[in-house]
């Protein structure tokens, strides 16, 4: 075991969350962590728990942030974990794991949704759930992965003082598909900042890389996901293009991931058939620098998901202060209120027209919309998130103790 810097007053056990099977389970614990290094005191200490089989390249995110302890141990390699899963379900807990944490000192013990302590871990344990997808887009999910998902959520809520949850939008549904977490259930919204330093360093010349130019295109940075709902965007891309209206789209995320197999392909072939692959740009895993850049130069961000939890893509792009067009998820509607423009996520006419209202902007200008949110505000909703996040670990520990 390899500990790395970090002390405080509280610890709280995370376990790490593999970037590639889970981005935003990796992005969420990252956000968490800078959230809680900005709480006046540093009460708590977040130990990152990481097998022995994680690059150290995938952890250099994590390391930059002062707060947080790493803590290397091979009882948590991927392959042991899968091993003694059914250990800590039958059993109730893991003997190894439970010594371990507590001759660290651990006070609480973050339940991620990948990861199952054991129903009688002698540890508080609170489960973060990050929402509630395959109950709402079922047919996206294979019979087994569904029921894996769906078990591993019903035996998380009974088992459990406390569910953390991200909005409201996610308690109406974990309460009206689990009745039984009435009464345990804490929403904890997170927030993102972009570096000042990165802010003031972003170019222009960076679009010239990705062949696209100031205010002349939407970006779209979400992974190759089916409920992303890509096809959409290319379908009202071809509405416009109907119409002889040429607008460009630029789609960052890997082409290729585990989850995405053969739909870089199919979208594509789509963007063929409707007419507009000079109009469509799929950009691959890029920078965040690159990214925060291709934010703040484009037409607008759009996330046009069938299904979202609190969106990091909104957040960041709410950090930024760019113009926004969203989905109309009650989710999107929480988090942005009349601070963005939204479409019907059903419909290819209802998104043309809206990116068709915001094309009508000067060329080469950004469209300015008087309902931005104030940048500077990103660093007060980062801090409250952390100061939530703390008042509420404390909440717990007092009812358990």
């Known amino acids: 075991m390899v500990q790395e810097s970090g002390s405080s007053k509280l610890k709280v056990a995370f376990v790490y969350i593999n970037r590639d099977l889970w981005r935003g389970g990796y992005n969420y614990l990252l956000n968490l962590f800078v959230a809680i290094n900005t709480v006046p005191g540093s009460p708590v200490t977040p130990c990152l728990y990481v097998g022995a089989d994680v690059d150290d390249l995938e952890l250099e995110p994590f390391r930059n942030v002062s707060c947080v302890k790493i803590i290397r141990s091979t009882l948590f390699d991927a392959s042991i974990m899968k091993r003694t899963f059914f250990t800590r379900l039958l059993l109730g807990s893991d003997s190894k794991i439970a010594q371990q944490l507590r001759s660290d000192d651990i006070d609480l013990v973050f339940e991620n949704a990948r990861y199952f302590f054991g129903w009688r871990f002698p540890l508080p344990v609170v489960a973060w759930l990050p929402d509630f997808q395959h109950r709402h887009l079922s047919a996206m999910y294979g019979r087994m992965t569904w029921l894996k998902r ?16 991200s909005s409201e939008d996610a308690k109406n549904d974990c309460e009206r ?15 993102t900042r972009v570096e000042p330093e990165l802010l003031a360093q972003l170019s222009e010349t960076v679009l010239e890389a990705y062949g696209l130019k100031r205010g002349e295109y939407f970006f779209f940075p979400g992974q190759l996901y089916k409920h992303k709902n890509h096809a959409l965007v290319i379908r009202a891309l071809g509405l416009l293009n109907k119409k002889k209206q040429s607008v460009h789209v630029a789609f960052s995320g890997e082409k290729d991931s585990l989850r995405s197999q053969g739909f870089y392909e199919e979208l ?19 920078p965040f620098s690159d990214l925060m850049a291709l934010m703040h130069y484009s037409t607008a961000v759009m996330n046009p998901s069938l299904f979202e939890g609190w969106s990091t893509v909104v957040e960041e792009g709410r950090s930024m202060g760019v113009p926004m067009l969203l989905s109309d998820l009650p989710v999107h509607m ?32 950004q469209v300015v919309d008087q309902m931005l949110p104030r940048v500077s505000d990103a660093e007060e909703r980062v801090r409250a998130y952390g100061q939530n996040f703390y008042n509420f670990a404390c909440s717990i520990l007092q009812e358990e103790s």
């Open 150 to 165: 769906e078990i591993g959520y019903q035996v998380q809520i009974r088992s459990r003082p406390a569910v953390l949850l």
């Open 177 to 191: 598909f689990y009745p039984s977490s009435h009464g345990k259930i804490a929403v904890v919204n997170f927030a």
């Open 268 to 286: 594509s072939l789509l963007a063929e058939q409707e007419g507009v692959s000079s109009y469509v740009h799929f950009l691959g895993n890029i």
């Open 334 to 365: 929480e988090q942005m209120g009349d601070q963005a423009r939204y479409f019907d996520r059903f419909s290819s006419a209802s998104l043309a027209d809206a990116m068709f209202s915001y094309s009508e902007a000067s060329e080469g200008e």
